[in-house]
C-alpha cells in the first residue's frame, strides 16, 4: 500500500475514532473541510504541518498517521 493511501485510511480512521465529521476537523486543524475530503480520497497529498495540525486536531501523535496498521490496530480503534 502506497504511503498517500496509509494516510488517508489512517486519518479516515482516527477522525471517526475521534466523532469528528470532516467539518469539525478541518475547524481543529484550521484548514478547509474539502481539503480534508480530497485527503481521504487520496486527491491531495499532505506537507508535513498539515500532518502535524491534524494529529493535533485529533490528539494523536503525528506518527499515527503514516504507520501501517494492522487489522488488529484498526480493531482497537
Known amino acids: 500500500m502506497k504511503l498517500t493511501a ?8 482516527y477522525r471517526q475514532a475521534a466523532g469528528l465529521s ?13 481539503y ?11 506537507t ?3 500532518i502535524e495540525a491534524l494529529a493535533v486536531a485529533m ?8 504507520r501501517r496498521l494492522s487489522p488488529v490496530d484498526v480493531k482497537k480503534l
Open 36 to 46: 480534508i475530503g480530497k485527503l481521504e480520497r487520496e486527491e491531495s497529498s499532505p
Open 22 to 34: 470532516q467539518e469539525r476537523l478541518a475547524e481543529f486543524a484550521g484548514l478547509d473541510r474539502n
Open 48 to 50: 508535513l504541518d498539515t
Open 59 to 66: 490528539q494523536i501523535d503525528a506518527e499515527k498517521m503514516i
Open 6 to 13: 496509509v494516510f488517508a485510511r489512517n486519518l479516515r480512521l
